[in-house]
């Protein structure tokens, strides 16, 4: 199982820009995708943005499309998801994750490894 933890949440207003990080701290090459995903009070989670390690594709869902750039680092074992134009309904605990990805990305259903979630909260 591998280990993430993510960082870089914080508080921005609107228009704003944050970038998130999520390292992974026990590397095992058993994950071929990594997603990020969000989940704000009352909402049920949703995939944000993914990216297929193998070759660094990446998927949006079509809310942040445009806004947000998911990348990753292999030297540094670490995921990034840059967030810019940033939006009050943007407000949610985000979570980076880990997996074996053979269908949609977005599906959490994909992933088996879990960070803690880092809060954004974007004020209007």
């Known amino acids: 199982r591998l280990q993430l933890v993510e960082s870089g949440g914080g508080s921005v207003q609107a228009g704003g820009s944050l970038r998130l990080s999520c390292a992974l701290s026990?590397?095992?090459?058993?994950?071929?995708?990594m997603g990020w995903f969000r989940q704000s009070p009352g909402k049920e989670r949703e995939g944000v943005a993914g990216i297929r390690t193998a070759d660094n594709s990446p998927y949006y869902a079509d809310s942040v499309k445009g806004r947000f750039t998911v990348a990753q680092d292999h030297a540094k074992n670490t995921v990034y998801l840059q967030m810019n134009s940033l939006k009050p309904e943007d407000t949610a605990m985000y979570y980076c994750?880990?997996?074996?990805?053979?269908?949609?990305?977005?599906?959490?259903?994909?992933?088996?490894?879990w960070g803690q979630g880092t809060q954004v909260t974007v004020s209007s």
């Open positions: 994750a880990a997996g074996l990805c053979d269908s949609y990305i977005l599906d959490e259903g994909e992933y088996t490894s």
């Open positions: 026990v590397y095992t090459g058993s994950a071929n995708c």
